[in-house]
C-alpha cells in the first residue's frame, strides 16, 4: 500500500541552525510528494513539491528532492528562523487515478529557538 | 494559489447539541473536498470524501450519522458534527482541489471545535 513515514517530533533548534526532517513512502507506483506547513491555529500550506524522481522542490529557503532510490523526500533548510515554527508534514499523491487523497505523515512539530 | 474558508474558526458547544462547519472554495469549483480531523500531537485523520451532488465517501471508522457530510454546490461543502460531546472536541480541517483533478489541495484555516 501507499503510506509516509515521518520523523518523530519534536525537533527544537536555534535560529540560524541547519534544519533535515526525515521523510520516507512506500508507493506501488510513480507518487508525486509534497511539504505541507502548518503554522499555529492554521491550516495547511503547500510549502514544495515534487512530481518525479530526481526533481528538487524549493520554497521559503527550504527544499527536498525525490530520491527514487532511498524512497526519501528529505526536508532541509540551511539557516531556520524564529518564524519557521510550525508542524510540517509529508506527504505523497499515489496517482494512477484510483483515488484523489493525499496520504500524510503524522507531521513534525518545528520549534526554533532565538 | 486558491483560498478556501473554513466557518467558524472556533465554535463552543453544549454538550448533546449539534454543529455545522463549512468549507467554501472561493475562487474555483470542487467537486471533491476532504475533511480531516486533528488530534493532539498533530496527526491529521482523513474522516470523509465529500463529493458534489453524491453522498460523503467515509472513512473506515468514522461514524457517517455523528459526522454529516453534504456537498450540494460546486463551492461549499459542510459537516455537520451531530449530538456532539466532549470526545468530539478536535480541530477539524477541510481541503479543496487535489493533485488527481490537476490542482494542488488547498486547505482551509481550520475549525476549533470545544464541546462543554
Known amino acids: 500500500g501507499n503510506s509516509v513515514t515521518q520523523m518523530e517530533g519534536p525537533v527544537t533548534l536555534s535560529e540560524e541552525a541547519f534544519l533535515t526532517i526525515n521523510c520516507t513512502y512506500t508507493?506501488?507506483?510513480?507518487?508525486?510528494l509534497f511539504w505541507y506547513v502548518q503554522y499555529p491555529g492554521e491550516g495547511l500550506q503547500l510549502l514544495l513539491k515534487?512530481?518525479?524522481?530526481?526533481d528538487k522542490g524549493s520554497n521559503k529557503g527550504f527544499e527536498a528532492t525525490y530520491r527514487k532510490e532511498t524512497t526519501s523526500f528529505h526536508l532541509e533548510k540551511g539557516s531556520v528562523q524564529v518564524s519557521d515554527s510550525a508542524v510540517y508534514f509529508c506527504?505523497?499523491?499515489?496517482?494512477?487515478?484510483?483515488?484523489?487523497?493525499?496520504?500524510f505523515g503524522t507531521g513534525t512539530l518545528l520549534a526554533v529557538q532565538p | 494559489g486558491a483560498v478556501v474558508s473554513q466557518h467558524p474558526s472556533r465554535v463552543i458547544c453544549k454538550s448533546g447539541t449539534s454543529v455545522k462547519i463549512e468549507c467554501r472554495s472561493l475562487d474555483f469549483q470542487a467537486t471533491t473536498m476532504f475533511w480531516y480531523r486533528q488530534f493532539p500531537k498533530q496527526s491529521l485523520m482523513l474522516m470523509a470524501t465529500?463529493?458534489?451532488?453524491?453522498?460523503?465517501?467515509?472513512e473506515q471508522g468514522v461514524e457517517k450519522d455523528k459526522f454529516l457530510i453534504n456537498h450540494a454546490s460546486l463551492t461549499l461543502s459542510t459537516l455537520t458534527v451531530t449530538s456532539a460531546h466532549p470526545e468530539d472536541s478536535s480541530f477539524y480541517i477541510c481541503s479543496a482541489g487535489s493533485p488527481g483533478q490537476g490542482t494542488e489541495a488547498f486547505f482551509g484555516q481550520g475549525t476549533r471545535l470545544t464541546v462543554v
Open positions: 506527504a505523497l499523491y499515489p496517482g494512477g487515478g484510483a483515488t484523489n487523497k493525499l496520504i
Open positions: 508507493a506501488t507506483g510513480y507518487p508525486s
Open positions: 515534487a512530481t518525479k524522481a530526481d
Open positions: 465529500s463529493n458534489e451532488g453524491s453522498k460523503a465517501t467515509y
